[in-house]
T-cell receptor, first 108, second 116 residues
Framework: RKEVEQDPGPFNVPEGATVAFNCTYS??????FFWYRQDCRKEPKLLMS?????NEDGRFTAQLNRASQYISLLIRDSKLSDSATYLC?????????WGAGTKLIIKP | GAVVSQHPSRVICKSGTSVKIECRSL??????MFWYRQFPKQSLMLMAT?????????EQGVEKDKFLINHASLTLSTLTVTSAHPEDSSFYIC????????????FGQGTRLTVV
């Protein structure tokens, strides 16, 4: 079993829909958590850090449940420009552990 | 945000030659740098983790004698692909974290290596 697991995808959703990404991690010693976005043939870019209290940035909401070792990302009112691969990342003792990513395709 | 500069962005080399890729943190001191490889339509694969002043830790299946990593200073890490073969053609990306107060990872722009 991988240390960080994400939905396999791809997700094909219509523009304007709400999309939810799920991620689980197996090591309870994990310390910090992030969502990254990667466009085709580009380097990943940080989308948001994830905090236990939950955090929101515009249309994006991230949640962390340490007890369940579960991380989520919600995108509301999805745009065509949201099409990308979304990567869940866990930091454990400064080792970044990456999920395989979930590809999102927004259709007009 | 912090900037990580990776150079070159593209390189084409002949089979059997060596290629060096540089990764620099421009406005912060990177205690840890990571090197990744990404084949088309696949996820990032961690190759190795390097801490300044110490030997890199390689992931299983990555040949340390083929992929030489040097992290001699807090702002520079290099990856040298030795005796490159066509199967080494890939997208190589570095990332760096400051580590002491900030665990956010900043990425270089990536290097597309083509071995002919």
């Amino acid at each position: 079993r991988k240390e960080v697991e994400q939905d396999p995808g791809p997700f094909n959703v219509p523009e304007g829909a709400t999309v939810a990404f799920n991620c689980t991690y197996s090591n309870s010693a994990s310390q910090s958590f992030f969502w990254y976005r990667q466009d085709c043939r580009k380097e990943p870019k940080l989308l948001m850090s994830v905090y236990s209290s939950g955090n929101e940035d515009g249309r994006f909401t991230a949640q962390l449940n340490r007890a369940s070792q579960y991380i989520s990302l919600l995108i509301r009112d999805s745009k065509l420009s949201d099409s990308a691969t979304y990567l869940c990342v866990v930091n454990r003792n400064y080792q970044l552990i990456w999920g395989a990513g979930t590809k999102l395709i927004i259709k007009p | 945000g912090a900037v990580v500069s990776q150079h070159p962005s593209r390189v084409i080399c002949k089979s059997g030659t060596s290629v060096k890729i540089e990764c620099r943190s421009l406005d912060f001191q990177a205690t840890t740098m990571f090197w990744y490889r990404q084949f088309p339509k696949q996820s990032l694969m961690l190759m190795a983790t390097s801490n300044e002043g110490s030997k890199a830790t390689y992931e299983q299946g990555v040949e340390k004698d083929k992929f030489l990593i040097n992290h001699a200073s807090l702002t520079l890490s290099t990856l040298t692909v030795t005796s490159a073969h066509p199967e080494d053609s890939s997208f190589y990306i570095c990332s760096a974290i400051e580590g002491r107060t900030n665990t956010e990872a900043f990425f270089g722009q990536g290097t597309r290596l083509t071995v002919v």
